[in-house]
């Protein structure tokens, strides 16, 4: 996002905080205090919701803004259906290999792991301490009412029927979807009446980007203050007695992320270690935030100012793919279910890995604009078809959701960063130069 | 002939605990005048509501409030506690060999038509233990609520217990298994003999909480329309002490929750 932000002195201060050594000791600093639990770590929550807040305030302006002028460019350049052909490809591709390494690497990691009986008893404790001690209730009369399903599902809550609700009670899916929308609307009503409020458009944007630039100042601060509580929420003895799910989850998502970096690299004809430097910045807003969205202006900002990708793809894309590919689900459902049947003693063939491969891809999608426990649920639509019991998953995951959240978050923002990279393919990143 | 003798004998042994040692139901005045309260109870340990100390010693809520009764009467107080089944309370109760019974008794249609029953002094809901897997298997991929709603498995519950005959009314489609007893009817489940157990909610907690390694295996469910009212059992002619009870267990309304009594009992199970 090369915009003229006239404040080259901020910006040479903001690159000199967030240099990825920084960047790293603050993770660092933050997984070590909240390992030791220090007292002051209940001072820090308030910090890093400050911190958060303020990151939201320019997150949807910024997206109201990014998406109609990318949708302009796509169509006045005429290269729209390519772009989009090309980035619908890569992100086939792309969920086919995640949902595959989610499945395979995990499987050979518990084909060597049975828990023994002082795990399975202490996971049991889990169990009945943290869920409510009462898996299901139920009533012999089917008369009686069942409990309403809240808000809308499936295709509806995709519509912003309500554009100002949308924004107010901070819907980013209906957003989007609408931007895009009224970005076409607006391409159309231009090429009529020659008139059109794109320039004012960009010069939202611009002023969104140089808050973000503000606020990206605190990115340290903020990694150590949201990451360090939410680490300690993570006790050590629930870690250990779910370290069957908890450690194939780690080195499956290391594995994922790894490879995004060296297939941007090598889309990009750039070094591994150079495209590192770049993403670790919003990958680690994404694991302090648990917010993919947010990270949005600053992984455009990384992507077409430090890695040189072309603006298209990425402003195309990573908006709507942060907001509807939750990349990070597939590894987490499809490592959940495998660690469930561990527990419960069920083996899986190679045909039901490929079944859950594919379950675990799709039920990532009924995540799409939900969270908390409610992004919890569509892990039913894996666990039941394997015979599986959800209501044992529910409070585990629980459990370990303090951690795994930030994991998922991170891919989310990652493995996304790299489509555009692909899709801009070889063309584009030759002009990028090696070094630039 | 001989057929005949065998089956007159057979029947004769069958009624012999309610015919042949039946005595004259005892009303409140009754009672007062005989000085003695008789209550009957399991003659083995319900955990939370009446164990036996080492030695021998009856204690629990439900002996307090069987003594505080007797005090209420100005009457001392005399334990039966010979029954070997919950029903087997009923039958001391209904034959006059006790004049109340004391032993996490639910009321039933089948029991109400032998004696009466005090107004509850706690109400329980309706409880599920079932295996995982085997719900899990028969869902399909719907959720557990919908198979437990109409199971159709292998149906554990306590022989001789109320819930013998609620699982005959609230699952039909169900095999019924009759246990000996709660402890044989837990091992029985983690042995895979039965797909489920059917008691009441602080039972299947109370298992959970004592052997929380079991939560992997099983699952728990809670009827949402089904409470078992745990009363006292009084000869059925019993007027005025039924009246009398009711203005005790009125007055005494709180002493039992589900939660005091998972707070309170030991680890013993039966």
Same mark, same amino acid.
């Given at each position: 996002?090369?915009?003229?932000?006239?404040?080259?002195?901020?910006?040479?201060?903001?690159?000199?905080?967030?240099?990825?050594?920084?960047?790293?000791?603050?993770?660092?600093?933050?997984?070590?205090?909240?390992?030791?639990?220090?007292?002051?770590?209940?001072?820090?929550?308030?910090?890093?919701?400050?911190?958060? %807040?303020?990151?939201?305030?320019?997150?949807?302006?910024?997206?109201?803004?990014?998406?109609?002028?990318?949708?302009?460019?796509?169509?006045?350049?005429?290269?729209?259906?390519?772009?989009?052909?090309?980035?619908?490809?890569?992100?086939?591709?792309?969920?086919?290999?995640?949902?595959?390494?989610?499945?395979?690497?995990?499987?050979?990691?518990?084909?060597?792991?049975?828990?023994?009986?002082?795990?399975?008893?202490?996971?049991?404790?889990?169990?009945?301490?943290?869920?409510?001690?009462?898996?299901?209730?139920?009533?012999? /009369?089917?008369?009686?009412?069942?409990?309403?399903?809240?808000?809308?599902?499936?295709?509806?809550?995709?519509?912003?029927?309500?554009?100002?609700?949308?924004?107010?009670?901070? /819907?980013?899916?209906?957003?989007?979807?609408?931007?895009?929308?009224?970005?076409?609307?607006?391409?159309?009503?231009?090429?009529?009446?020659?008139?059109?409020?794109? /320039?004012?458009?960009?010069?939202?944007?611009?002023?969104?980007?140089?808050?973000?630039?503000?606020?990206?100042?605190?990115?340290?601060?903020?990694?150590?203050?949201?990451?360090?509580?939410?680490?300690?929420?993570?006790?050590?003895?629930?870690?250990?007695?779910?370290?069957?799910?908890?450690?194939?989850?780690?080195?499956?998502?290391?594995?994922?992320?790894?490879?995004?970096?060296?297939?941007?690299?090598?889309?990009?004809?750039?070094?591994?270690?150079?495209?590192?430097?770049?993403?670790?910045?919003?990958?680690?807003?994404?694991?302090?935030?648990?917010?993919?969205?947010?990270?949005?202006?600053?992984?455009?900002?990384?992507?077409?100012?430090?890695?040189?990708?072309?603006?298209?793809?990425?402003?195309?894309?990573?908006?709507?793919?942060?907001?509807?590919?939750?990349?990070?689900?597939?590894?987490?459902?499809?490592?959940?279910?495998?660690?469930?049947?561990?527990?419960?003693?069920?083996?899986?063939?190679?045909?039901?890995?490929?079944?859950?491969?594919?379950?675990?891809?799709?039920?990532?999608?009924?995540?799409?604009?939900?969270?908390?426990? %409610?992004?919890?649920?569509?892990?039913?639509?894996?666990?039941?078809?394997?015979?599986?019991?959800?209501?044992?998953?529910?409070?585990?995951?629980?459990?370990?959701?303090?951690?795994?959240?930030?994991?998922?978050?991170?891919?989310?923002?990652?493995?996304?960063?790299?489509?555009?990279?692909?899709?801009?393919?070889?063309?584009?990143?030759?002009?990028?130069?090696?070094?630039? | 002939?001989?057929?005949?003798?065998?089956?007159?004998?057979?029947?004769?042994?069958?009624?012999?605990?309610?015919?042949?040692?039946?005595?004259?139901?005892?009303?409140?005045?009754?009672?007062?005048?005989?000085?003695?309260?008789?209550?009957?109870?399991?003659?083995?340990?319900?955990?939370?509501?009446?164990?036996?100390?080492?030695?021998?010693?009856?204690?629990?809520?439900?002996?307090?409030?069987?003594?505080?009764?007797?005090?209420?009467?100005?009457?001392?107080?005399?334990?039966?506690?010979?029954?070997?089944?919950?029903?087997?309370?009923?039958?001391?109760?209904?034959?006059?060999?006790?004049?109340?019974?004391?032993?996490?008794?639910?009321?039933?249609?089948?029991?109400?038509?032998?004696?009466?029953?005090? /107004?509850?002094?706690?109400?329980?809901?309706?409880?599920?233990?079932?295996?995982?897997?085997?719900?899990?298997?028969?869902?399909?991929?719907?959720?557990?609520?919908?198979?437990?709603?109409?199971?159709?498995?292998?149906?554990?519950?306590?022989?001789?217990?109320?819930?013998?005959?609620?699982?005959?009314?609230?699952?039909?489609?169900?095999?019924?298994?009759?246990?000996?007893?709660?402890?044989?009817?837990?091992?029985?489940?983690?042995?895979?003999?039965?797909?489920?157990?059917?008691?009441?909610?602080?039972?299947?907690?109370?298992?959970?909480?004592?052997?929380?390694?079991?939560?992997?295996?099983?699952?728990?469910?809670?009827?949402?329309?089904?409470?078992?009212?745990?009363?006292?059992?009084?000869?059925?002619?019993?007027?005025?002490?039924?009246?009398?009870?009711?203005?005790?267990?009125?007055?005494?309304?709180?002493?039992?929750?589900?939660?005091?009594?998972?707070?309170?009992?030991?680890?013993?199970?039966?």
């Amino acid at each position: 996002m090369t915009l003229a932000r006239g404040h080259n002195g901020l910006d040479a201060l903001s690159r000199s905080i967030n240099r990825p050594s920084i960047t790293l000791a603050a993770v660092g600093l933050a997984l070590i205090l909240g390992a030791l639990r220090p007292p002051f770590l209940d001072y820090l929550r308030p910090v890093g919701d400050f911190y958060v %807040a303020l990151l939201h305030i320019c997150v949807l302006p910024f997206l109201l803004a990014t998406i109609p002028l990318a949708v302009r460019s796509a169509m006045a350049s005429g290269s729209a259906p390519g772009v989009i052909r090309s980035l619908s490809l890569w992100v086939l591709l792309m969920l086919a290999a995640v949902a595959a390494v989610s499945v395979v690497v995990p499987s050979l990691f518990l084909a060597y792991a049975a828990p023994d009986e002082g795990t399975i008893a202490h996971i049991g404790a889990l169990i009945g301490r943290s869920a409510d001690k009462i898996d299901v209730e139920f009533a012999i /009369d089917a008369r009686q009412p069942a409990a309403a399903a809240a808000g809308d599902s499936g295709i509806m809550a995709l519509i912003p029927t309500n554009i100002f609700a949308s924004l107010s009670a901070n /819907d980013s899916v209906r957003v989007l979807v609408f931007a895009a929308l009224f970005g076409v609307a607006m391409v159309l009503a231009e090429r009529r009446s020659g008139h059109s409020i794109f /320039d004012a458009l960009r010069h939202i944007q611009a002023v969104c980007a140089l808050i973000f630039d503000w606020f990206n100042l605190l990115v340290p601060i903020g990694i150590v203050a949201l990451i360090a509580p939410q680490i300690a929420l993570l006790g050590p003895d629930a870690f250990t007695a779910l370290k069957l799910f908890a450690y194939p989850f780690l080195a499956t998502s290391a594995l994922l992320l790894a490879a995004a970096l060296a297939v941007s690299a090598l889309a990009l004809h750039a070094r591994p270690a150079r495209v590192f430097s770049a993403l670790v910045k919003p990958v680690m807003l994404g694991a302090s935030t648990r917010n993919s969205l947010i990270c949005v202006p600053l992984a455009l900002d990384t992507l077409e100012s430090d890695l040189k990708v072309p603006k298209e793809p990425c402003e195309l894309y990573l908006p709507i793919g942060v907001a509807t590919l939750r990349i990070g689900t597939i590894p987490y459902f499809a490592i959940a279910t495998l660690f469930i049947g561990v527990l419960m003693g069920r083996e899986f063939s190679l045909s039901e890995l490929g079944l859950l491969a594919f379950l675990a891809a799709g039920a990532s999608f009924a995540t799409i604009g939900v969270g908390g426990l %409610a992004a919890l649920a569509p892990l039913a639509i894996v666990l039941r078809p394997f015979g599986l019991s959800y209501e044992i998953a529910v409070p585990l995951m629980l459990i370990v959701d303090p951690l795994a959240e930030i994991v998922r978050t991170m891919l989310n923002v990652g493995i996304n960063c790299m489509i555009p990279s692909l899709a801009a393919g070889r063309r584009f990143a030759a002009s990028a130069g090696e070094g630039a | 002939m001989l057929r005949a003798l065998f089956g007159a004998v057979a029947f004769a042994l069958a009624i012999a605990p309610s015919t042949l040692t039946a005595a004259e139901p005892r009303d409140l005045q009754a009672i007062v005048d005989g000085q003695v309260l008789r209550v009957a109870l399991t003659r083995f340990d319900l955990p939370a509501f009446h164990v036996r100390a080492p030695d021998g010693t009856l204690t629990g809520p439900e002996i307090d409030m069987a003594r505080q009764i007797g005090r209420a009467l100005g009457v001392k107080v005399e334990f039966v506690d010979s029954a070997e089944s919950f029903d087997g309370v009923v039958d001391l109760v209904a034959a006059g060999r006790a004049d109340i019974g004391v032993s996490k008794l639910s009321q039933t249609y089948e029991r109400l038509k032998r004696v009466r029953f005090s /107004d509850p002094y706690v109400t329980l809901r309706h409880a599920l233990l079932f295996n995982r897997a085997a719900v899990a298997r028969a869902a399909a991929g719907r959720p557990p609520a919908a198979v437990l709603q109409k199971f159709h498995g292998r149906l554990g519950v306590i022989g001789g217990s109320a819930y013998a005959e609620f699982a005959r009314r609230n699952f039909p489609e169900a095999a019924l298994v009759e246990e000996r007893g709660w402890d044989a009817a837990v091992d029985h489940l983690i042995a895979g003999g039965v797909d489920a157990l059917y008691r009441d909610e602080f039972e299947i907690r109370r298992v959970l909480k004592h052997r929380p390694a079991l939560n992997v295996k099983l699952g728990s469910a809670v009827i949402t329309d089904q409470t078992a009212l745990l009363s006292i059992a009084i000869c059925d002619s019993c007027t005025k002490l039924q009246e009398f009870l009711n203005y005790h267990v009125g007055r005494s309304r709180g002493a039992f929750t589900l939660q005091s009594l998972l707070d309170s009992e030991g680890t013993g199970s039966r």
